[in-house]
């Protein structure tokens, strides 16, 4: 095991790698460009609304278990609240319908075999039909694989890829759609239900961390943007921050967990994922009326999932491209209508916020997903995590935890 490792990005991928290092009995530095830890995953206080938002809603399943294991190990698992059971209500804007989907408790996908917990007017074939999926490799893509048109398709197949994925589905990586199906849908409801950080992300994934790392003896520096390496033959010799440079010792160990640009002008000629969607959230200040479920499924509209928290209902729209140069208040206006009809709300629009994360996530297709590199580099003290590199998941919590566990064992084992 190394002496001191240096972990550069304090995004979950990054704080996930240096707890687990920390708790191993590693001396841990953390190294992050900004202020505030978190990354792409943060909570701040917003003005506009005068509350504390997050960056975007974020979901995770019952049957992410990295990030369940991450959550547990500094603490705040319980603060990951969702329904008892995997029970997903939906709303299609169009024609007014309303269904839940009833994922139940199972190991086993059983719901698929009751009319009446699965997606209405769709039947076991239709299910059947996904099947593909499950094998297929990274380089097909899913409008390959399976058929995507048809009712199932609409209901559940095409909000549940465009959320994990965040293209849409038919571009996306079928080997990347069917990890998502085998540990979701086909994993049955007991990995589906779904969990939500009520009390903020920072709050229940980020800030906890940071002070566990602290008494652990961690030093975590803010506003400590790594600038360039030194390498010395086969290892990094050198950390440069700008104003300050660290020598890494010969038993020292460097995990490099920044988004896929700077990884690759910190490393020039490290493939990496080039190309990146959007992801739209906004944020209303309003009492969600008492029967709305905490997340709501919306088809047939703008918005596709409606999240319920106290004083706020949120929105998020994936695939975001299209409304990033939107004028704010007419976009806040066209999502504030849907909001209406789902939620089953009036009035004029409240106090709201929209943000706009435009590089949210790498592009879930084969062409980007073939340039996700492994955690291994050509120095050996030198590990990569982030969600971007080749986990297996498009870009998620649960491929971040993986990524920064995966980096620390790879770093424990140096
Ligand atoms: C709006 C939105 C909604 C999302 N919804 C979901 C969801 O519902 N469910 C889900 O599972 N996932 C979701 N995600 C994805 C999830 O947020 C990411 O997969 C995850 O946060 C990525 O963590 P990371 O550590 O890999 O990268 P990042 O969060 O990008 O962290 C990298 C860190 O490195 C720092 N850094 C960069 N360069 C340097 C440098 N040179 N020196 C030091 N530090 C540096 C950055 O400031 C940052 O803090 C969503 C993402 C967004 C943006």
């Not at 304090?10 to 900004?34: D, F, K, M, N, P």
């Not at 278990?65 to 603060?79: K, M, N, P």
């Not at 540990?183 to 589906?192: D, F, K, P, V, W």
């Not at 920044?258 to 690759?264: G, L, S």
């Amino acid at each position: 095991m190394p002496n001191t490792v240096h972990i550069i990005g304090a995004g979950i991928s990054g704080l996930s790698a240096a707890v687990r290092l920390a708790s191993a009995g590693c001396q841990v530095h953390v190294h992050e460009a900004t202020q505030q830890a978190g990354g792409r995953c943060r909570s701040y206080f917003d003005t506009a609304t005068d509350l504390t938002i997050d960056n975007g809603n974020h979901l995770l399943l019952s049957g992410n278990h990295h990030a369940l294991a991450y959550a547990r190990s500094i603490g705040t698992e319980a603060g990951l609240v969702g329904p008892k059971r995997a029970q997903f209500p939906f709303v299609d804007l169009a024609t007014g319908l309303r269904w839940q989907l009833d994922l139940g408790d199972s190991r086993l996908p059983l719901w698929v075999f009751d009319g009446t917990r699965r997606v209405p007017d769709t039947g076991l074939l239709d299910y059947l039909a996904l099947m593909p999926l499950i094998w297929a490799g990274p380089e097909k893509l899913v409008g390959k694989t399976i058929a995507c048109k048809g009712v199932l398709y609409q209901r559940l197949v095409q909000p549940l890829l465009l959320a994990a994925l965040n293209v849409d589905p038919p571009e996306g990586s079928a080997g990347l759609a069917g990890a998502i199906v085998r540990e979701t849908l086909l994993a049955g409801g007991l990995a589906c239900r779904p969990l939500i950080a009520r009390e903020g992300l920072s709050a229940v994934l980020i800030e906890p961390a940071i002070e566990l790392l602290k008494k652990k003896g961690a030093r975590i520096w803010f506003g400590h943007e790594l600038r360039e390496f030194t390498m010395s033959a086969d290892r990094v010799g050198e950390l440069k921050f700008g104003d300050d440079t660290i020598a890494i010792g010969p038993d020292d160990a460097v995990v490099l967990a920044v988004p896929p640009r700077p990884a690759a002008a910190l490393l020039p000629g490290l493939k990496t994922p080039a190309k990146f969607r959007a992801i739209v959230n906004a944020h209303f200040r309003c009492d969600p009326p008492p029967s709305a479920p905490p997340i709501l499924g919306v088809v047939g509209g703008l918005v596709e999932w409606l999240f319920a928290f106290p004083q706020r209902l949120s929105v998020t729209i994936s695939n975001g491209d299209r409304l990033i140069d939107m004028p704010r208040e007419e976009l806040a206006q066209a999502i504030w209508r849907d909001v209406c009809q789902a939620a089953g709300v009036q009035g004029e629009l409240p106090p709201w916020q929209i943000v706009r994360e435009r590089r949210a996530t790498f592009e879930a297709t084969p062409e980007q997903n073939a340039l996700r590199p492994g955690p291994v580099t050509a120095f050996k003290n030198l590990f990569l995590a982030g969600d971007w590199t080749a986990t297996g998941l498009p870009a998620t919590i649960e491929g971040s935890v993986r990524s920064g566990d995966r980096a620390a064992d790879l770093v424990d084992m140096s």
